[in-house]
């Protein structure tokens, strides 16, 4: 099978992978489309577990194209794209778009972009994230990563397909009950994350929910997983720099003995937050480096400490800051150290508003049955969707990608996989919770 990409401006061969996962690019027939042609990789043999359930519109969509949902998915994994490097992935999308006709936007940054379907003078969005992780992959499927030292180990390549095809299948219905924005993200996992570039450029302008979906391989493909409240957890990066004039280990008194001072502060911190912050918030802080000095006889001029802090709870992530703050400084000022504390915020806890919860789950109901619906625990993990619904009302719910077979993985692994059947189910339930999201207006 061959196979190929419509986009003229690019290469043949861009993106081609290694032996026996060859990408190879042309035009066929005048419409873009992208199919890998390795023979292990045939595009048949995904099952659309929602077949038949309509609307007909939909269900022709997806008879007619989920090979090519399936191929332009193991392109976009052959070929990932760190954070804010995602022009490629921005170029394969915007092509296939435009090749219905479609008018995407792409954000000032150059990666990432806006499309709207159907009219309104507000919309519903649906928002996928396009970036992948500086980790190697370690699987052996055929269409693995072919970039050293990057892949898509956290679904996000299932996520802009599944996206995509939702806006391709709207674009063919015959009417729609409103406009719904299809947002691509650049940048998810790096702080501070693409969401707030989407906001800056005016992404949730006019938008009255938002939604999304995330791979879970801890849940069977097939299941959707979804939460009223929080469902991921706000995480922080703290940085302490300490100075001191050093000096002999032999005569502390005389200078500010800075290890001591960083003990302190490894130790201190995470009791005090234990003692100020509500249990029930699930907050904890965790140090994942420490440096400074090297002589046994030698009090160090510098040190580092690095680590994060993470909450479970909006409220006590406002306010995590000044408390922080205020604790270091009252546990180093007796030291005598110098001192410069850098607390990056990083991403708010994704909190799913009732209403929309409600709405996403009649669309999973309408687009592979009610039995799909599962709820999900709050994790620990951050998702910056969470900006997002800072502003506006939504839900953010789990995509089960696990096959049913072998040991259950995690993202952020170099040996995640999705089961690609997946693929169709998270259309499905994009396309039913954009158009039931439109009829309660
Ligand atoms: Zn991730
Ligand atoms: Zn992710």
Same mark, same amino acid.
């Given at each position: 099978?061959?196979?190929? !990409?419509?986009? /003229?401006?690019?290469?043949?061969?861009?993106?081609?992978?290694?032996?026996?996962?060859?990408?190879? $690019?042309?035009?066929?027939?005048?419409?873009?489309?992208?199919?890998?042609?390795?023979?292990?990789?045939?595009?048949?043999?995904?099952?659309?577990?929602?077949?038949?359930?309509?609307?007909?519109?939909?269900?022709?969509?997806?008879?007619?194209?989920?090979? !090519?949902?399936?191929?332009?998915?193991?392109?976009?994994?052959?070929?990932?794209?760190?954070?804010?490097?995602?022009?490629?992935?921005?170029?394969?999308?915007?092509?296939?778009?435009?090749?219905?006709?479609?008018?995407?936007?792409?954000?000032?940054?150059?990666?990432?972009?806006?499309? !709207?379907?159907?009219?309104?003078? $507000?919309?519903?969005?649906? @928002?996928?994230?396009?970036?992948?992780?500086?980790?190697?992959?370690?699987? !052996?499927? /055929?269409?693995?990563?072919?970039?050293?030292?990057?892949?898509?180990?956290?679904?996000?390549d299932v996520h802009t397909t599944a996206l995509l095809g939702a806006a391709l299948a709207m674009a063919a219905a015959p009417a729609l009950p409103g406009r719904v924005r299809f947002i691509f993200q650049p940048a998810e996992e790096t702080m501070p994350g693409g969401a707030l570039d989407v906001i800056a450029a005016g992404g949730l302008d006019g938008v009255e929910r938002i939604f999304g979906l995330h791979c879970d391989p801890r849940l069977e493909v097939g299941s959707v997983g979804t939460r009223v409240g929080p469902i991921t957890a706000a995480a922080d990066l703290l940085e302490l720099r300490l100075t001191s004039p050093g000096?002999?280990?032999?005569?502390?008194?005389?200078?500010?003995?800075?290890?001591?001072?960083?003990?302190?502060?490894?130790?201190?911190?995470?009791?005090?937050?234990?003692? @100020?912050?509500?249990?029930?918030?699930? $907050?904890?802080?965790?140090?994942?480096?420490?440096?400074?000095?090297?002589?046994?006889?030698?009090?160090?001029?510098?040190?580092?400490?690095?680590?994060?802090?993470?909450?479970?709870?909006?409220?006590?992530?406002?306010?995590?800051?000044?408390?922080?703050?205020?604790?270091?400084?009252?546990?180093?000022?007796?030291?005598?150290?110098? %001192?410069?504390?850098?607390?990056?915020?990083?991403?708010?806890?994704?909190?799913?508003?009732?209403?929309?919860?409600?709405?996403?789950?009649?669309?999973?109901?309408?687009?592979?049955?009610?039995?799909?619906? $599962?709820?999900?625990?709050?994790?620990?993990?951050?998702?910056? %969707?969470?900006?997002?619904?800072? @502003?506006?009302?939504?839900? %953010?719910?789990?995509?089960?990608?696990?096959?049913?077979?072998?040991?259950?993985?995690?993202?952020?692994?170099?040996? %995640?996989?999705?089961?690609?059947?997946?693929?169709?189910?998270?259309?499905?339930?994009?396309?039913?919770?954009?158009?039931?999201?439109?009829?309660?207006?």
């Amino acid at each position: 099978m061959t196979v190929v !990409d419509a986009r /003229p401006d690019l290469p043949d061969g861009v993106g081609a992978g290694g032996p026996g996962h060859d990408v190879t $690019t042309r035009v066929r027939e005048g419409r873009h489309a992208v199919l890998l042609s390795d023979d292990g990789v045939r595009m048949s043999g995904v099952d659309d577990l929602g077949a038949g359930r309509g609307p007909s519109w939909l269900d022709a969509w997806l008879a007619g194209n989920i090979g !090519d949902l399936v191929a332009w998915r193991r392109h976009l994994h052959a070929n990932p794209e760190l954070s804010r490097q995602e022009f490629a992935t921005t170029d394969l999308v915007a092509g296939l778009l435009k090749s219905v006709g479609l008018r995407p936007w792409v954000l000032p940054g150059g990666t990432g972009l806006i499309c !709207d379907v159907g009219e309104g003078d $507000t919309c519903v969005a649906l @928002r996928a994230d396009l970036d992948a992780l500086p980790l190697p992959e370690l699987t !052996d499927l /055929p269409f693995r990563s072919t970039v050293d030292g990057a892949c898509h180990a956290c679904g996000h390549d299932v996520h802009t397909t599944a996206l995509l095809g939702a806006a391709l299948a709207m674009a063919a219905a015959p009417a729609l009950p409103g406009r719904v924005r299809f947002i691509f993200q650049p940048a998810e996992e790096t702080m501070p994350g693409g969401a707030l570039d989407v906001i800056a450029a005016g992404g949730l302008d006019g938008v009255e929910r938002i939604f999304g979906l995330h791979c879970d391989p801890r849940l069977e493909v097939g299941s959707v997983g979804t939460r009223v409240g929080p469902i991921t957890a706000a995480a922080d990066l703290l940085e302490l720099r300490l100075t001191s004039p050093g000096g002999h280990t032999s005569r502390p008194h005389l200078t500010a003995d800075l290890v001591h001072a960083l003990g302190t502060v490894i130790t201190g911190l995470p009791t005090l937050l234990s003692r @100020r912050v509500d249990p029930r918030s699930g $907050t904890v802080l965790v140090w994942g480096a420490v440096h400074a000095g090297e002589a046994a006889n030698a009090v160090p001029q510098d040190g580092v400490l690095r680590g994060t802090l993470r909450t479970g709870d909006r409220d006590t992530w406002a306010e995590l800051s000044p408390l922080v703050a205020g604790l270091v400084e009252s546990l180093l000022v007796p030291t005598g150290v110098g %001192f410069d504390l850098q607390h990056r915020r990083g991403v708010p806890v994704v909190v799913n508003e009732e209403e929309s919860t409600e709405i996403l789950r009649a669309g999973v109901a309408a687009a592979v049955g009610a039995e799909a619906l $599962t709820s999900t625990k709050q994790s620990s993990g951050g998702e910056d %969707f969470g900006w997002y619904l800072e @502003r506006v009302p939504g839900s %953010f719910a789990r995509l089960g990608v696990w096959s049913g077979e072998g040991l259950l993985g995690d993202i952020h692994r170099p040996t %995640f996989v999705a089961d690609e059947r997946a693929l169709p189910v998270a259309v499905r339930v994009l396309v039913h919770t954009a158009l039931a999201a439109s009829a309660a207006h």
